[in-house]
């Protein structure tokens, strides 16, 4: 019966590499109000976007610094230091292979940046050339007047390298209990063999101290053959990750392939199923399996059927947005709006799609002054604001 009633869908796709397309989507936004008081939720009508740096390129991800300027990645491999409408490069960043859904991907900086100037990026690394690439998470120091990445150094390859152009993933973010770098690497387009395998990379959330150790508790740590910095498997590709900032939970979402888009809490050790169970199916509308549960394997606390193609995460926080607080922002590369998922505790009470019509969205944040900012393809930065 799944089977048929995906068959029945338009043939969407959660792919980052499909075109434009839009259609009328309806979403209802709850009502929180308590004992009968009428909601004073913001809702999507009640926002704009406005451009607050024109670039026309693919920014992948951006965060920012102590002073109000940002840092952030240009797929094709530029690292841009922004101030305001203007931008500088900023030289010493790592070579990538700019191949289908490679390039330079995101940026985190260190939790001590003010001391030690660490700032973190992953990327496809090339190998032969450029004819092969894998993902690599490493870290450089940032010249005192921004302008360079010293001494940028790999910190963790998840190898091998393949001639393959998708899944590279890759988000980045610090726990918030332990201090330790968690990222992600996509599948790799090797479904059938990476993500159910930890002796293998990709498909899967990976955790390593700031200088590239592995913890001693990893949950894979003394297992025969394991890749020891993997923290989580079972994962297709993932390019959204953040930290709840209530609980300091660690959220992820990942592509899935025809449907089946998927929002995950992430914990130590748990296998999140792909490919044996999954929600979607097959670009071509046949069927990747029956199951969409299996013991032992975690359920998502969301998912999208149609595919809208998720790329960049984060929670509402401050005051800014009445009623938003705590809610859950998903760009959309499909549809071209910002998601905004309603959340009561880890139970989605609805949805809205904000900003609509935008053009692709590859990241999103809430930045140091409260406000949602989100990277749009051809568009550049845009910040979210209450009209």
């Not at 102590?66 to 010493?92: C, H, M, N, Q, Y």
């Not at 001590?112 to 092969?132: C, I």
Request: hydrophobic share 30%; glycine share 14%.
């Amino acid at each position: 019966m799944r089977y048929l009633c995906f068959l029945l869908l338009l043939p969407f796709t959660a792919c980052d590499t499909t075109s434009d397309t839009t259609e009328e989507r309806t979403t209802t936004a709850p009502d929180r109000a308590a004992d009968g008081e009428a909601s004073m939720m913001l809702t999507a009508a009640g926002v704009e976007a406005e451009t607050v740096f024109d670039y026309e390129d693919i920014i992948w991800g951006f965060t920012w610094l102590p002073d109000g300027r940002i840092l952030a990645t240009v797929k094709d491999g530029r690292f841009l230091l922004i101030d305001g409408d203007s931008s500088t490069e900023i030289s010493g960043a790592p070579e990538v292979r700019d191949a289908g859904q490679g390039g330079l991907l995101d940026v985190l900086l260190d939790q001590d940046f003010a001391d030690n100037r660490y700032v973190y990026l992953t990327y496809s690394r090339p190998e032969q050339g450029g004819e092969l690439g894998f993902t690599s998470v490493g870290r450089g120091k940032l010249s005192e007047d921004g302008t360079q990445l010293e001494n940028f150094t790999s910190l963790y390859d998840g190898g091998p390298a393949t001639d393959k152009g998708q899944h590279y993933g890759s988000r980045m973010v610090w726990g918030p209990e332990d201090g330790y770098l968690y990222f992600t690497i996509g599948d790799r387009g090797n479904r059938d063999e990476n993500p159910q395998d930890t002796t293998r990379d990709g498909g899967k959330v990976y955790r390593i101290t700031a200088d590239g150790e592995i913890p001693e508790d990893n949950p894979f740590v003394g297992d025969p053959g394991a890749k020891e910095a993997i923290y989580s498997y079972g994962h297709r590709n993932l390019q959204g990750l953040a930290v709840h900032p209530e609980t300091g939970a660690i959220w992820e979402h990942e592509h899935g392939p025809r449907g089946g888009d998927e929002v995950n809490i992430i914990e130590a050790g748990k296998n999140y199923g792909w490919p044996v169970i999954t929600y979607g199916i097959n670009y071509d509308g046949t069927q990747i399996t029956q199951e969409v549960a299996q013991s032992g394997m975690e359920q998502p606390i969301h998912y999208w059927v149609p595919s809208i193609a998720p790329s960049g995460m984060a929670f509402v926080t401050g005051d800014r947005y009445p009623g938003w607080e705590n809610d859950l922002l998903v760009g959309s590369l499909r549809y071209s709006f910002l998601k905004l998922v309603h959340l009561d505790g880890t139970d989605v009470t609805g949805e809205q799609d904000i900003i609509k019509n935008i053009g692709r969205l590859r990241d999103v944040r809430m930045g140091p002054d409260g406000y949602i900012y989100a990277s749009i393809e051809g568009t550049g930065i845009v910040r979210v604001v209450p009209v």
